[in-house]
């Protein structure tokens, strides 16, 4: 059924189809009808008025939203116009109307056409001249770039643009929909002070030379970098218009392609468990999972602010899902199957763990040893227990020839969910790899982002250290895809893309504050107990399998599968403080790739 607006829309069309069959009469006969065949066009009118209705339904122009009129609905009024034309010609012709000017017939369809043409493009300015006003900002991009950006900023009523600065200096002084070029982004200072302009939207690609030196012009310029919202956001309603740029704007992450059918099967209408579900990555899963439709989604996590928080977004943000919250530690194996037995979960992510490398280093490892291998322990022979079809694990690069105790423990880990495989076959369980996730909690993004709000100086480790990093949704629709994929037994690699140089990523967060170096500096501290120059993830035709995913990659993994009963029994009997000699030799007969530093 049509809405108001719509049927008010339709209604003028045919209007304006009765208008052009009277003009093409007027016209016809040099802008004076005589009476008979004025009488002609009264008698022939319903006919008009029927092509005119019939042709346009057809082609269903009634759906067209006149604001946002396009090459696509203009094509479609001129073949709603024809259509009725045909209908009417047939009409009169088989009626065989005496002396029926035949012209009428060909020139009604074409000023029916061009009257609708003009009213939507009438009310399309209007409707544009309503929302001129907003802050007024300028363009940044090349013209198909640009001209993107401009049709986004019509929809609001916030933002004004009033000019464009193109990377290609053959441009300037060229006009794209009302809007003159005047500049290269090198410009972008001058140009913003000449118009008086704080603002700029950088219509580029994510990761583009074209933002990082708008970002650095804009830093000096205290210029606020505005982009539009990326495909994510959009899908969390999270924005609807321009917005500051961020530090994930600039590493030129591509956005992963799912297979949303295949994830929609496995998860809607389910039954999900996800343990650390109130740290970063658990708490991505969740919202994912959510969006995916499951029934019921089981959160686990100790603490108890984390969950509580996931929970009053989740009933916020999807009050249709069934939400279930607890507090429990991985470490407690009773707890956890008492859980699982109650809700049986069809697919479980275990999310929980401890990372913080310098933390986990020293007085803390046998704390590593117990939640990130016998947790894991326990969420994995508890999932089979409960009949879950499906098991994963979030693992590390970190545990490629670990160099410290958290990344050895979450080697042990995947030795420990293959052994757990082995011994239960109505499972799939497998593990996923991948590197640093910007913003997650513990990361150093919002460490410097802390240091900055504070003055300076931000400290990195070392002036060559490198790690990759993906986004947090990122990197859960990857787990996501590789628990669709993924047999048993395997162990997944992400595909990072290039890895940062962490005093770069520490420049550009200083910049994006609207800072400079010389007022935030940098200083460098020298590397922690365990930490790597760089990180090995691995994910070349050497030490890893293709899949149909780009993305991902399986792991050619050697390594026996240990004793999981001796596992258990040694780090459950190292007492609260064992030997850190003891402790490390021990984790390196488990781990034999672990070289501790």
Not at 21 to 41: C, G, Q
Not at 82 to 111: E, K, N
Not at 313 to 321: D, F, G, T
Request: charged content about 20%.
């Amino acid at each position: 059924m049509l809405s108001r607006g719509a049927l008010v829309a339709f209604v003028v069309d045919v209007l304006l189809g009765v208008v052009a069959w009277w003009l093409a009469f007027w016209l016809r006969f040099n802008l004076d009808i005589p009476d008979e065949f004025a009488r002609l066009a009264w008698s022939t009118l319903a006919w008009c008025t029927l092509g005119t209705v019939v042709g346009l339904a057809l082609r269903r122009v009634d759906r067209h939203v006149w604001t946002h009129t396009g090459l696509p609905e203009i094509s479609r009024v001129a073949e709603g116009v024809a259509l009725g034309g045909i209908f009417t010609a047939v009409a009169v012709l088989m009626l065989r109307v005496p002396d029926f000017p035949r012209s009428v017939l060909l020139l009604q369809p074409i000023l029916a056409f061009l009257l609708m043409g003009l009213a939507r493009a009438a009310w399309r300015i209007q409707a544009e001249g309503s929302l001129q006003g907003g802050t007024p900002l300028v363009v940044v991009g090349t013209l198909d770039q640009a001209s993107e950006a401009l049709r986004a900023l019509r929809a609001s009523n916030r933002w004004r643009a009033i000019g464009i600065l193109s990377p290609l200096r053959t441009d300037r002084g060229r006009t794209l929909q009302g809007v003159r070029v005047l500049g290269t982004v090198a410009d972008l200072p001058t140009v913003c002070a000449a118009v008086d302009v704080r603002a700029a939207l950088v219509a580029s690609p994510p990761g583009s030379e074209q933002r990082r030196e708008a970002l650095l012009l804009a830093a000096e310029s205290q210029i606020t970098l505005m982009t539009m919202p990326r495909a994510d956001e959009w899908l969390r309603a999270e924005s609807a218009g321009p917005r500051k740029v961020e530090l994930e704007d600039l590493l030129g992450r591509a956005p992963v392609e799912l297979d949303v059918q295949g994830l929609a099967g496995m998860v809607s209408g389910q039954t999900v468990l996800v343990t650390g579900a109130g740290g970063s990555i658990g708490s991505e899963l969740c919202r994912q999972i959510a969006r995916f439709g499951a029934a019921r989604l089981v959160c686990v996590d100790v603490s108890e602010y984390a969950i509580y928080q996931l929970e009053q977004e989740l009933q916020e943000s999807h009050p249709q899902m069934r939400g279930i919250y607890y507090t429990a530690n991985v470490r407690d194996p009773e707890r956890l199957l008492a859980i699982a037995t109650r809700h049986a979960p069809a697919v479980v992510f275990h999310a929980a763990a401890y990372k913080h490398v310098p933390l986990m280093e020293q007085l803390n490892e046998i704390e590593a040893l117990r939640t990130n291998v016998i947790g894991t322990l326990h969420a994995a022979t508890v999932a089979a227990q409960c009949g879950a079809s499906r098991f994963v694990m979030i693992s590390t690069d970190k545990a490629v020839n670990p160099t410290n105790v958290m990344g050895a423990s979450k080697r042990l880990a995947e030795l420990a969910v293959q052994a757990v495989a082995a011994q239960h076959t109505g499972t799939s369980f497998v593990s996923v790899r991948f590197g640093n996730v910007l913003g997650s909690s513990g990361s150093v993004v919002p460490l410097f982002t802390r240091q900055i709000a504070r003055g300076g100086p931000v400290t990195v480790t070392h002036p060559d250290i490198v790690r990759y990093f993906m986004t947090i949704p990122e990197a859960a629709q990857l787990v996501l895809q590789a628990a669709l994929m993924g047999r048993s037994g395997q162990i997944f690699v992400l595909d990072m893309g290039e890895p940062v140089r962490i005093v770069e990523l520490a420049r550009m967060l200083i910049r994006l504050s609207g800072h400079t170096e010389e007022e935030i500096p940098i200083t460098f501290t020298g590397l922690r107990p365990g930490e790597k120059l760089f990180e090995e993830l691995l994910a070349d035709d050497e030490t890893t399998l293709t899949t149909p995913h780009p993305k991902l990659r399986i792991a050619k993994t050697g390594g026996q599968v240990p004793d999981v009963q001796a596992l258990q029994q040694w780090i459950e009997g190292a007492g609260p403080a064992p030997s850190e000699r003891d402790l490390r030799a021990w984790l390196k007969a488990q781990v034999p790739e672990y070289q501790p530093r």
